[in-house]
């Protein structure tokens, strides 16, 4: 399978006259395959907000070579706007507008087909709710239309913050399953995670991060059980 996604020896160095030197990226290397799920796990404060924003070029790494979809980063960042879509920060939604009413606006902004709304409502199972005011969903109701949205433009690769944050078991299933159709039509997933058993039952494969390094990587239960038989040493 073709690389997705491909980090090598990332940097990323934060200096602030109150904490110091802060290494928060120290030499990181990934490595995604395409259709996979894969989880990226890592504790409070290991990197990854930081590496998933260095990707789509909000942060400028001190060193390292990235590439998406087998174009270098930055330099191919205008190439892959579109085949990329990513949530990296909580969008907040409008309360009083509908699931539909919202991907509308969306996909009017950008430029995508409005049949394409009813594709992605119907992908992320809220179709049936898609009248409905936003303010009026659960939390993972709002989870998925948030995925919905960076569904729109169709992309190859769908990049996740903590996309199952907050939610309870059947908010997690509901994620797992969703994930998995979108692998099965060829997106490849990337999501965040610091919750183990999130990533267990969501992902195929998983990178996990301490202190700016990767510490592990490989399918799913393979490194889960090394963690667990302690020799991949970090606290999840
Ligand atoms: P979380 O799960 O809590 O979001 P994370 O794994 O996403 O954590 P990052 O947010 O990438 O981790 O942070 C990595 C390290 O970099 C942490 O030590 C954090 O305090 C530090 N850091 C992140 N952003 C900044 C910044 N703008 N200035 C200084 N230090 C920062």
Do not use: W
């Not at 590439?67 to 085949?83: K, M, N, T």
């Not at 797992?176 to 494969?205: F, N, P, W």
């Amino acid at each position: 399978m073709p690389a997705v996604l491909e980090i090598e020896g990332l940097r990323k160095t934060y200096r602030s006259r109150r904490r110091g030197v802060r290494h928060a990226l120290d030499g990181f290397d990934m490595l995604v395959e395409q259709g996979q799920v894969h989880g990226f796990l890592g504790p409070n404060g290991s990197g990854k907000t930081t590496t998933l924003r260095t990707l789509l070029g909000l942060i400028r790494p001190n060193a390292g070579r990235m590439a998406i979809l087998g174009q270098e980063v930055p330099d191919a960042l205008p190439a892959v706007v579109g085949r990329v879509g990513a949530i990296v920060e909580s969008p907040q939604f409008f309360p009083h507008f509908s699931a539909r009413d919202t991907l509308s606006l969306l996909a009017g902004a950008g430029g995508v087909p409005q049949a394409r709304v009813e594709e992605v409502l119907e992908l992320v199972g809220l179709r049936d709710r898609a009248k409905e005011r936003v303010k009026t969903y659960s939390l993972g109701m709002k989870q998925r239309l948030a995925v919905a949205s960076a569904l729109l433009k169709d992309p190859k690769l769908l990049i996740l913050d903590e996309p199952a944050n907050g939610l309870d078991p059947g908010g997690i299933r509901e994620m797992r399953t969703l994930m998995r159709d979108l692998a099965a039509s060829g997106m490849t997933v990337v999501l965040s995670s610091h919750i183990l058993g999130e990533i267990q039952l969501i992902c195929d494969s998983v990178t996990i991060i301490s202190l700016g390094r990767r510490v592990a990587f490989g399918p799913v239960e393979q490194v889960l059980a090394a963690h667990s038989q302690g020799s991949v040493r970090v606290r999840l």
